[in-house]
């Protein structure tokens, strides 16, 4: 192994480079959760990635990294294959 530090594989966009949508809200009984879809491009495969964030007032939770696509619109198009019980099972995963 040579001397060199190893390159990180974990993708970590700079902030300037995020873009986030609204996409709705998930209800059930009193709780309320804001879903949000962030995108960011990744140079190194020329796509881009994206994941789902859950507000609830003060609580983020935060999915991997789990859309690839080449544009924003088609990451949008795949989150609105998702129901509402799937993002429920989502975010509870989360907890």
Excluded: C, Y
């Excluded at 996409?23 to 009193?30: D, K």
């Excluded at 959760?33 to 935060?62: K, Q």
Aim: zero cysteines; charged letters at 30%; glycine letters at 10%.
């Amino acid at each position: 192994m040579s001397g060199e530090p190893r390159k990180s594989t974990r993708f970590d966009p700079p902030l300037s480079a995020i873009q986030a949508r609204q996409m709705g809200e998930l209800q059930r009984g009193e709780g309320r959760w804001d879903v949000l879809i962030e995108f960011a491009r990744d140079e190194d495969v020329g796509a881009l990635r994206g994941r789902i964030h859950f507000v609830s007032g003060t609580v983020h939770r935060i999915s991997g990294w789990i859309f690839l696509e080449w544009a924003a619109r088609d990451i949008e198009a795949r989150f609105g294959e998702f129901s509402a019980q799937e993002l429920w099972n989502l975010l509870d995963s989360l907890s």
